[in-house]
């Protein structure tokens, strides 16, 4: 791991392209628009980048359509995607502390962070994924004598992603891994809020050989570059992570226009229940904190709502307020920074009001509560857990996507669950029990698309990552996120 002082000197020398990248090669917007891209630890500006909308989107969507008709990359065998993509893992890889740098620089993740979780996961996703596609088969079905079903997957065509700012490089890399990995050509529109690492991506990805036209990248707004994709005829496939409410309008804009399949994965708050016969109190304290305080919180996945057992409520606060102490936000350029910067001015003011909401609705600030860190300097936020939390208050229920835990209790199993599930979200729980058939049942009745039991966020490439309910159904990874991305084809032989 390079030192402060090494990392703040390649922040100094890294490249920052802010153009979109369409056909194979980086322009400014067809209407000349740019927008800044600011630096949430400093408040600088780090470069212009392009501000794309519906005629840059035409432009794309013609350049994607173009290359999959060709078959230059519709039509090369599996193994020959494979070769070019796992290339690309390669040079992410070989570039991968410049990817990490970009990223943190652009939203203010810990350094940290990005070398021990971006960066790498997003490598294996593309390796993963890469490997699989030519060890799957189609099917015969099982008709008459006289006949022969065949059942096969093709590529869907062109897909667009649609990305959010918390994970640059690792969602972008979860949509596009599998997207071209099946044939298609992509259009990605990565959030206004941090577009840098993937324009990079995009330059590695022609250097891969990646064909011209295949994998477009558009920055931009929502409402403008992302509305516009989204309501576009020639798109087949919209996936997409974000908010349910941006969620929602695009399932809207598909309705709108071509019925294109829209997959959602959306916003959560996630449940960890500690139950008193739990193993390793300080191992569930420290990954409470780490479940709510790593990536500033701004994780979609993040346990914002802590419900222990009221027989070791006492205990497991101290070891958790203990635990909290390691995440003050500093620099995300200092490897030993475990909290970073919010990502922007809008984030912050979002997370001091829902501090104030918290203390309104009568929770009691348990630690932190200091909406600005550093007054003038960038966007930091204590660390805050707020005591006396229930259901039926705002702050609770509500994804505030930022470092404030709400900590509540329960008396039995029963209780546990329903608090669990009393959420229009269902992405991820986490469980701390020593009890096997406790760990088992709870995991079954707890309305989520994962869950952890005596851990969190675990997961690799060979599982699903996805929710239910308002967390929307579209699963990232493994072999299901290859379906999202391709037809079913029969065709029926009279013989
Ligand atoms: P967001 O919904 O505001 O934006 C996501 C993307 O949608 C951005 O690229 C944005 O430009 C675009 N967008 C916004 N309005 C649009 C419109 N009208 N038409 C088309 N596109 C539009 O979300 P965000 O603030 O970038 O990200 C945070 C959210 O993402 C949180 O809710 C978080 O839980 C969720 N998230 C979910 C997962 C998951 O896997 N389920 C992972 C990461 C983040």
Same mark, same amino acid.
């Given at each position: 791991?390079?030192?402060?002082?090494?990392?703040?000197?390649?922040?100094?020398?890294?490249?920052?392209?802010?153009?979109?990248?369409?056909?194979?090669?980086?322009?400014?917007?067809?209407?000349?628009?740019?927008?800044?891209?600011?630096?949430?630890?400093?408040?600088?500006?780090?470069?212009?980048?392009?501000?794309?909308?519906?005629?840059?989107?035409?432009?794309?969507?013609?350049?994607?359509?173009?290359?999959?008709?060709?078959?230059?990359?519709?039509?090369?065998?599996?193994?020959?995607?494979?070769?070019?993509?796992?290339?690309?893992?390669?040079?992410?890889?070989?570039?991968?502390?410049?990817?990490?740098?970009?990223?943190?620089?652009?939203?203010?993740?810990?350094?940290?962070?990005?070398?021990?979780?971006?960066?790498?996961?997003?490598?294996?996703?593309?390796?993963?994924?890469?490997?699989?596609?030519?060890?799957?088969?189609?099917?015969?079905?099982?008709?008459?004598?006289?006949?022969?079903?065949?059942?096969?997957?093709?590529?869907?065509?062109?897909?667009?992603?649609?990305?959010?700012?918390?994970?640059?490089?690792?969602?972008?890399?979860?949509?596009?891994?599998?997207?071209?990995?099946?044939?298609?050509?992509?259009?990605?529109?990565?959030?206004?809020?941090?577009?840098?690492?993937?324009?990079?991506?995009?330059?590695?990805?022609?250097?891969?050989?990646?064909?011209?036209?295949?994998?477009?990248?558009?920055?931009?707004?929502?409402?403008?570059?992302?509305?516009?994709?989204?309501?576009?005829?020639?798109?087949?496939?919209?996936?997409?992570?974000?908010?349910?409410?941006?969620?929602?309008?695009?399932?809207?804009?598909?309705?709108?226009?071509?019925?294109?399949?829209?997959?959602?994965?959306?916003?959560?708050?996630?449940?960890?229940?500690?139950?008193?016969?739990?193993?390793?109190?300080?191992?569930?304290?420290?990954?409470?904190?780490?479940?709510?305080?790593?990536?500033?919180?701004?994780?979609?996945?993040?346990?914002?709502?802590?419900?222990?057992?009221?027989?070791?409520?006492?205990?497991?606060?101290?070891?958790?307020?203990?635990?909290?102490?390691?995440?003050?936000?500093?620099?995300?350029?200092?490897?030993?920074?475990?909290? +970073?910067?919010?990502?922007?001015?809008?984030?912050?003011?979002?997370? %001091?009001?829902? !501090? =104030? *909401? /918290?203390? #309104?609705?009568?929770?009691?600030?348990?630690?932190?509560?200091?909406?600005?860190?550093?007054?003038?300097?960038?966007?930091?936020?204590?660390?805050?857990?707020?005591?006396?939390?229930?259901?039926?208050?705002?702050?609770?229920?509500?994804?505030?996507? +930022?470092?404030?835990?709400?900590?509540?209790?329960?008396?039995?199993? %029963?209780?546990? !669950? =329903? *608090? /669990?599930? #009393?959420?229009?979200?269902?992405?991820?729980?986490?469980?701390?029990?020593?009890?096997?058939?406790?760990?088992?049942?709870?995991?079954?009745?707890?309305?989520?698309?994962?869950?952890?039991?005596?851990?969190?966020?675990?997961?690799?490439?060979?599982?699903?990552?996805?929710?239910?309910?308002?967390?929307?159904?579209?699963?990232?990874?493994?072999?299901?996120?290859?379906?999202?991305?391709?037809?079913?084809?029969?065709?029926?032989?009279?013989?």
């Amino acid at each position: 791991m390079k030192t402060s002082a090494e990392w703040k000197a390649l922040s100094e020398s890294v490249t920052l392209l802010g153009q979109a990248f369409i056909a194979g090669r980086f322009q400014g917007a067809v209407a000349g628009e740019t927008f800044p891209a600011i630096n949430p630890a400093t408040e600088e500006k780090l470069t212009d980048v392009a501000s794309c909308d519906a005629a840059d989107v035409d432009l794309a969507v013609s350049a994607a359509r173009e290359a999959f008709v060709s078959g230059v990359w519709s039509d090369l065998a599996p193994g020959d995607r494979k070769r070019i993509l796992l290339r690309l893992a390669d040079l992410v890889e070989k570039h991968g502390d410049e990817l990490a740098v970009l990223d943190s620089l652009d939203m203010g993740k810990p350094i940290s962070e990005m070398v021990g979780i971006d960066v790498p996961d997003s490598i294996d996703c593309l390796r993963w994924t890469a490997e699989s596609v030519d060890k799957l088969y189609g099917e015969i079905a099982p008709t008459g004598n006289d006949t022969l079903g065949l059942i096969s997957h093709e590529p869907a065509g062109v897909v667009a992603a649609i990305t959010p700012w918390n994970y640059p490089l690792m969602m972008a890399t979860w949509k596009i891994a599998p997207a071209l990995a099946a044939g298609n050509s992509v259009i990605l529109k990565p959030s206004e809020k941090s577009a840098l690492s993937v324009l990079r991506l995009a330059e590695l990805a022609k250097e891969a050989g990646i064909p011209d036209g295949v994998f477009n990248v558009l920055p931009g707004f929502g409402h403008t570059a992302g509305k516009a994709l989204a309501l576009h005829n020639d798109v087949n496939v919209l996936a997409f992570t974000g908010s349910s409410r941006v969620g929602g309008l695009l399932m809207e804009y598909a309705g709108q226009s071509n019925l294109k399949r829209v997959w959602i994965e959306a916003g959560g708050k996630s449940p960890m229940l500690v139950f008193e016969d739990c193993e390793d109190i300080q191992k569930a304290a420290s990954t409470a904190a780490a479940a709510i305080f790593s990536n500033q919180g701004e994780v979609c996945i993040a346990c914002s709502r802590l419900y222990v057992q009221s027989s070791i409520r006492e205990r497991f606060m101290g070891a958790l307020l203990e635990a909290a102490k390691a995440y003050q936000p500093r620099d995300p350029l200092d490897p030993d920074t475990r909290m +970073g910067a919010l990502v922007d001015k809008a984030q912050l003011e979002t997370v %001091a009001r829902y !501090i =104030q *909401l /918290a203390i #309104d609705e009568g929770g009691q600030v348990l630690t932190g509560g200091v909406p600005e860190a550093v007054p003038g300097q960038g966007y930091f936020v204590e660390p805050t857990i707020i005591g006396d939390a229930h259901n039926g208050m705002r702050f609770v229920q509500e994804e505030i996507f +930022g470092p404030v835990l709400a900590m509540g209790e329960f008396s039995d199993e %029963a209780e546990a !669950i =329903q *608090l /669990a599930n #009393d959420n229009r979200y269902g992405l991820g729980a986490s469980v701390w029990t020593g009890n096997l058939s406790r760990a088992h049942r709870v995991s079954r009745k707890i309305q989520s698309g994962m869950v952890w039991v005596n851990g969190w966020g675990g997961g690799d490439s060979t599982m699903p990552f996805g929710g239910v309910k308002a967390s929307g159904y579209g699963r990232d990874k493994s072999l299901h996120a290859l379906e999202k991305y391709t037809d079913l084809k029969t065709v029926w032989i009279s013989l």
